[in-house]
């Protein structure tokens, strides 16, 4: 890949991780799962959501608890090219949410992490998140969204196609 292809490729990706933040933050999540592949992976372990069907659950599921104030900040991105249609991104993110409508208190933000997304293009589709991975550093007093367990077996049964254990 020459360097013009490289810093084009990177920024795209950049782009990418941008626009589904704000998509999260500001449109509740609702095109978020688009931005995976078919079988994309968003988070890790047992609360992991694996494809797009499970992940737009979350984001429904998120809309339908009412309002919320979200904004999720991106710091030190860092693209590595791995291959013309591979790539991984890096980044620090630090949430800030709250449950009601602005205006709201704030104190520390609910969590500070580092965040491991690998990407590939689909042609002619452009870049998609095949897993977005957060480790987490910091946690604040106010929570961040997870859905319940018990939940999560109602509406991601074990049986579904897509489920994960």
């Known amino acids: 890949m020459d360097a013009l ?5 990177k920024a795209e990706i950049l782009s990418l991780v941008t626009e589904y933040w704000k998509d999260v933050d500001t449109n509740w999540g609702a095109g978020a799962h688009m931005m995976f592949t078919e079988d994309g992976v968003f988070g890790s372990g047992p609360s992991a959501f694996v494809g797009r069907e499970q992940i737009k659950a979350f984001y429904d599921w998120r809309r339908s608890r009412g309002e919320r104030v979200a904004r999720h900040l991106i710091n030190n991105p860092m693209v590595s090219i791995e291959s013309r249609d591979r790539a991984t991104i890096r980044y620090i993110m630090t949430i800030y949410a709250v449950d009601g409508l602005p205006i709201l208190p704030v104190n520390a933000p609910n969590s500070i992490s580092d965040v491991l ?3 590939v293009r689909d042609w002619p589709g452009g870049w998609k998140i095949q897993s977005k991975v957060f480790t987490h550093l ?6 961040t969204t997870t859905m319940p367990a018990d939940l999560r077996k109602v509406l991601l ?6 489920a994960q254990s």
């Open 5 to 9: 292809a490289e810093l084009t490729a």
């Open 117 to 119: 997304e690998v990407v």
């Open 138 to 143: 910091f946690k604040g007093q106010e929570p």
């Open 157 to 162: 049964p074990e049986g579904s196609p897509r």
